[in-house]
């Protein structure tokens, strides 16, 4: 495909999870190009909570474009039935264009990109594998600095993919032209085990990680007993019995098609996080 690449107009773009791993990524890019950004989170002002629709309608007054990412995920209850109000709140309010952060292999999330779909507005998907930064910015960095991570993901192998990647094309979707209508299927370049991602980290952190394959049962066990909150306990759980089953193995082109270029490796990611010394214990 052939983008045109000459800029658009740029109104106000409001960013759902904007102190996310893609949304914060995105509010800084969106910045450093003088769009203007209204942050959606519970910490912003106004604050934006997806359990409580009296917080929509202000964060969508005067909002042209939205980036739209839903917690926990697409897979989680409710979420299709609150993307539908939204998206139906957001065209009503008169946003003319939203980027829809999708999952990779997820039915539901598949529903929702439906939604937005036929919601009216003009609409990109960005529908990701496996986040690279689940490593290190969210539930696997305690394990990755303790020297152990135990998942019970067997010998199927994910084409990870790097956040900073995502916000790339989320951000070309909302600031330049030829992007409307696409569905941009975005991985690493290569699939690697978790075992092969644990033993990479590793590598460039110059320690010894060990990996522990374990089953669902236990794996989810181990999470309540930590504290996580159930909706996320299901949704792992969801995660590592259906959707990393080997349907989402092969790597796709939706990064060199948005940006045409080759998206990040996994070596690359783990190289450049070593470096900046998250995963010192």
Not at 76 to 87: H, N, Q, R, V
Request: a negative charge; one cysteine or more; glycine letters at 10%.
């Amino acid at each position: 495909m052939t983008n045109d690449v000459r800029n658009i107009e740029n109104g106000l773009t409001l960013v759902l999870g904007g102190t996310g791993k893609t949304g914060r990524r995105v509010v800084e890019r969106l910045e450093a190009l003088d769009v203007p950004v209204r942050m959606g989170s519970r910490s912003a002002a106004p604050a934006f909570h997806w359990e409580d629709a009296t917080t929509w309608g202000p964060v969508l007054r005067d909002v042209e474009k939205v980036y739209l990412s839903y917690y926990p995920d697409l897979a989680a209850p409710g979420a299709a039935e609150a993307i539908g109000s939204f998206t139906r709140q957001a065209r009503d309010a008169g946003v003319r264009h939203a980027v829809l952060l999708s999952g990779r292999g997820e039915d539901e999330a598949q529903e929702c990109e439906r939604i937005v779909q036929a919601s009216g507005m003009d609409w990109t998907v960005v529908r990701a594998s496996w986040f690279a930064q689940n490593f290190s910015e969210d539930y696997l960095l305690d394990p990755v600095r303790a020297g152990e991570v135990a998942l019970p993901s067997g010998d199927v192998p994910e084409p990870f993919v790097d956040a900073d990647d995502i916000a790339d094309v989320a951000v070309a979707a909302l600031t330049r032209g030829g992007h409307t209508g696409e569905v941009y299927e975005v991985t690493g370049p290569r699939a690697l085990t978790m075992a092969e991602a644990v033993a990479e980290i590793g590598r460039s952190a110059g320690r010894d990680i060990a990996f522990v394959p374990v089953a669902v049962d236990d794996y989810a066990a181990v999470l309540k007993e930590h504290g996580l909150p159930g909706e996320l306990i299901a949704f792992l759980t969801y995660l590592f019995s259906t959707v990393l089953d080997g349907r989402n193995s092969l790597p796709a082109d939706g990064v060199r098609r948005a940006l045409g270029r080759a998206p990040r490796d996994f070596a690359e990611y783990a190289r450049l996080t070593a470096a900046s010394g998250v995963w010192n214990t």
